[in-house]
């Protein structure tokens, strides 16, 4: 950690966390400048509090707490349940801090009011939610559950379990689409998905139902074979060496080579990267050879000079002469505005044409709305950036990486379109029709972030953390007592290889039942942004796996939830199918 912070002070750069951390101690080191900014703001509000990381804490308490201004009015707004984002620093033991961080003068602790009254959720959607939320507020800062508004009107949750995530996709869309059209102005709606991945599927499938559909957020919009298919041809005009989309290109709709063709390419490619007779152990050779930009056999080389016809099927070649003659007449374009060049490739690919034609007539005018906020991005990405065209494909890779999960910079609920995005962007959004989708084992809850400290050098181990729990038994005579915080290795009273493997075993329990308790938490966010229609649904097999994933542990507690209901004499959903268990082998 010392080493990254030195290359980092040399390099001159910071990232989100350092410029917190700075933030931090100039606060805690310059009271000056908490004092002018008291002097400056009399009225502080504290939003989504339960999201603020330590850093963030140590500097806001710096700045405005510690009892120094009793007639600084400071308020904090949070919900520990709500608290979705401790996988990138966010603490939501912040908030029963924020007492004692921010005192009255004399040394009492602030005081604390509770907003019980939900004001968006139907009955039947907040009963769904508090109910699977239970086990982790019991783990979790104390807080209680959340009552509807008193003229709160009675709304639907429906609940399925398919055979296959296509079916499920299909009961999704169509579910979605009769609300959709059942009334003269449509419902603000929304599927939100726990992974990216899964949004350009479910796109396709209300798509072809004639419903217009926004993916929110880069690394969703990446996936949509639009945009996918503008970005591979943008790579393979800027990066000769990207197989992957000139793969792309070569095997789509629009070229639709054949294997015997790609291999003839391929082949192509090898003999144009053999040197010359006399060159191939010349010392210039070695040293081109070694250099880490050296030149390698690439599809993009042979598709500019395929050689001989006879070498390919006569549409192939053809096929392939045309391409290249694109690729040509796009390369020309490369110091072009980068606005400009993207625009010019939905142009030569005709992109429009085909989104539009897509679409079923009854839908009206449209179809490109995913290149066109693709075009926003770029555009975007071009005002603060240099225009380089390879610059904006490797601001594309990191975003379908680092992006994933993320909220974009700013998401409105649109009441034109069904929106698609995952749930943490969708946090503090609502919709009048909600669909939460693949509450499916592997999927939601995730299993995808299994590792720890322990075993992954990406994760900080607890005893540096700001956050970690800390026992009224072993905390100091003057240490604040936290609880709820990241667990800690305690190895004092290990004596032996025996007991030093429970307690690895025990502290890696406690890790996962915390992960555990954040999806759960996750999933109340997924509940609670239902204004009147919750549809929750899963499938037993995946698109690829050879083994079922089956119903969730999520998706069968809502189904014992909703089941106990109707048996109570006080339904609050229905189950509309429940596939069987797919038969052994």
Same mark, same amino acid.
């Given at each position: 950690?010392?080493?990254?912070?030195?290359?980092?002070?040399?390099?001159?750069?910071?990232?989100?966390?350092?410029?917190?951390?700075?933030?931090?101690?100039?606060?805690?080191?310059?009271?000056?400048?908490?004092?002018?900014?008291?002097?400056?703001?009399?009225?502080?509000?504290?939003?989504?509090?339960?999201?603020?990381?330590?850093?963030?804490?140590?500097?806001?308490?710096?700045?405005?707490?510690?009892?120094?201004?009793?007639?600084?009015?400071?308020?904090?707004?949070?919900?520990?349940?709500?608290?979705?984002?401790?996988?990138?620093?966010?603490?939501?033991?912040?908030?029963?801090?924020?007492?004692?961080?921010?005192?009255?003068?004399?040394?009492?602790?602030?005081?604390?009011?509770?907003?019980?009254?939900?004001?968006?959720?139907?009955?039947?959607?907040?009963?769904?939610?508090? %109910?699977?939320?239970?086990?982790?507020?019991?783990?979790?800062?104390?807080?209680?559950?959340?009552?509807?508004?008193?003229?709160?009107?009675?709304?639907?949750?429906?609940?399925?379990?398919?055979?296959?995530?296509?079916?499920?996709?299909?009961?999704?869309?169509?579910?979605?689409?009769?609300?959709?059209?059942?009334?003269?102005?449509?419902?603000?709606?929304?599927?939100?998905?726990?992974?990216?991945?899964?949004?350009?599927?479910?796109?396709?499938?209300?798509?072809?139902?004639?419903?217009?559909?926004?993916?929110?957020?880069?690394?969703?919009?990446?996936?949509?074979?639009?945009?996918?298919?503008?970005?591979?041809?943008?790579?393979?005009?800027?990066?000769?060496?990207?197989?992957?989309?000139?793969?792309?290109?070569?095997?789509?709709?629009?070229?639709?080579?054949?294997?015997?063709?790609?291999?003839?390419?391929?082949?192509?490619?090898?003999?144009?990267?053999?040197?010359?007779?006399?060159?191939?152990?010349?010392?210039?050779?070695?040293?081109?050879?070694?250099?880490?930009?050296?030149?390698?056999?690439?599809?993009?080389?042979?598709?500019?000079?395929?050689?001989?016809?006879?070498?390919?099927?006569?549409?192939?070649?053809?096929?392939?002469?045309?391409?290249?003659?694109?690729?040509?007449?796009?390369?020309?374009?490369?110091?072009?505005?980068?606005?400009?060049?993207?625009?010019?490739?939905?142009?030569?690919?005709?992109?429009?044409?085909?989104?539009?034609?897509?679409?079923?007539?009854?839908?009206?005018?449209?179809?490109?709305?995913?290149?066109?906020?693709?075009?926003?991005?770029?555009?975007?990405?071009?005002?603060?950036?240099?225009?380089?065209?390879?610059?904006?494909?490797?601001?594309?890779?990191?975003?379908?990486?680092?992006?994933?999960?993320?909220?974009?910079?700013?998401?409105?609920?649109?009441?034109?379109?069904?929106?698609?995005?995952?749930?943490? %962007?969708?946090?503090?959004?609502?919709?009048?029709?909600?669909?939460?989708?693949?509450?499916?084992?592997?999927?939601?809850?995730?299993?995808?972030?299994?590792?720890?400290?322990?075993?992954?050098?990406?994760?900080?181990?607890?005893?540096?953390?700001?956050?970690?729990?800390?026992?009224?038994?072993?905390?100091?005579?003057?240490?604040?007592?936290?609880?709820?915080?990241?667990?800690?290795?305690?190895?004092?009273?290990?004596?032996?290889?025996?007991?030093?493997?429970?307690?690895?075993?025990?502290?890696?329990?406690?890790?996962?039942?915390?992960?555990?308790?954040?999806?759960?938490?996750?999933?109340?966010?997924?509940?609670?942004?239902?204004?009147?229609?919750?549809?929750?649904?899963?499938?037993?097999?995946?698109?690829?796996?050879?083994?079922?994933?089956?119903?969730?542990?999520?998706?069968?507690?809502?189904?014992?939830?909703?089941?106990?209901?109707?048996?109570?004499?006080?339904?609050?959903?229905?189950?509309?199918?429940?596939?069987?268990?797919?038969?052994?082998?």
């Amino acid at each position: 950690i010392d080493e990254l912070h030195r290359r980092m002070r040399a390099d001159k750069v910071m990232d989100f966390g350092a410029q917190m951390s700075a933030a931090a101690r100039l606060a805690v080191a310059a009271p000056q400048v908490g004092a002018q900014l008291r002097q400056r703001y009399r009225v502080v509000l504290l939003d989504e509090y339960q999201d603020t990381g330590h850093a963030q804490r140590i500097a806001l308490s710096s700045l405005f707490g510690g009892g120094v201004d009793d007639d600084l009015a400071l308020t904090a707004v949070g919900d520990p349940i709500q608290s979705i984002y401790g996988w990138r620093g966010a603490s939501a033991t912040n908030l029963p801090r924020f007492a004692t961080d921010f005192p009255h003068a004399d040394g009492r602790p602030a005081p604390t009011l509770e907003l019980r009254t939900s004001w968006r959720n139907p009955p039947e959607a907040l009963h769904l939610a508090n %109910a699977v939320s239970a086990q982790a507020r019991k783990r979790s800062v104390s807080v209680r559950e959340l009552l509807p508004r008193p003229d709160a009107e009675p709304g639907i949750v429906r609940a399925a379990l398919l055979n296959d995530v296509v079916e499920e996709r299909d009961w999704v869309a169509d579910q979605v689409a009769a609300r959709y059209r059942g009334t003269p102005t449509p419902p603000t709606a929304a599927v939100l998905v726990r992974r990216n991945a899964d949004a350009a599927p479910m796109a396709e499938a209300l798509t072809a139902r004639g419903i217009p559909v926004e993916v929110v957020g880069l690394a969703g919009l990446l996936a949509i074979p639009e945009v996918a298919d503008v970005v591979a041809m943008l790579r393979l005009a800027v990066d000769p060496t990207g197989g992957a989309a000139a793969m792309r290109v070569l095997t789509g709709p629009r070229w639709r080579l054949g294997a015997r063709d790609i291999a003839a390419l391929w082949q192509r490619a090898v003999e144009l990267d053999v040197p010359a007779p006399g060159q191939l152990g010349t010392l210039e050779r070695i040293v081109a050879r070694a250099a880490p930009d050296a030149d390698t056999a690439c599809l993009a080389d042979a598709i500019s000079d395929p050689g001989p016809a006879e070498l390919y099927s006569p549409a192939g070649y053809a096929r392939i002469a045309a391409l290249g003659r694109e690729l040509s007449g796009l390369r020309a374009h490369l110091s072009h505005p980068l606005p400009d060049l993207i625009a010019e490739v939905r142009r030569v690919l005709g992109v429009d044409v085909e989104a539009r034609s897509a679409r079923p007539v009854p839908a009206g005018w449209g179809g490109t709305e995913h290149l066109d906020a693709f075009g926003d991005v770029v555009a975007d990405f071009a005002a603060r950036s240099d225009g380089a065209p390879a610059g904006l494909l490797a601001y594309l890779d990191a975003a379908a990486v680092v992006e994933n999960g993320l909220a974009p910079a700013e998401v409105t609920v649109s009441t034109d379109r069904v929106q698609i995005l995952t749930v943490h %962007a969708a946090k503090g959004l609502e919709w009048e029709v909600v669909a939460v989708p693949h509450l499916s084992g592997r999927v939601f809850p995730s299993t995808a972030m299994a590792r720890t400290w322990l075993s992954d050098a990406g994760d900080l181990p607890p005893l540096l953390r700001g956050d970690r729990a800390v026992s009224a038994r072993s905390a100091r005579p003057d240490a604040p007592v936290n609880e709820h915080g990241v667990p800690v290795l305690d190895t004092s009273d290990v004596n032996d290889r025996k007991t030093l493997s429970d307690k690895i075993a025990d502290h890696k329990d406690m890790l996962a039942q915390r992960r555990g308790d954040e999806e759960r938490r996750l999933l109340y966010v997924a509940l609670t942004r239902s204004e009147h229609t919750l549809l929750l649904s899963g499938h037993h097999w995946g698109p690829t796996e050879a083994k079922p994933r089956g119903p969730s542990e999520f998706l069968l507690e809502l189904k014992a939830i909703i089941e106990a209901s109707g048996a109570a004499g006080q339904p609050c959903g229905v189950i509309d199918h429940w596939a069987p268990d797919p038969a052994d082998g």
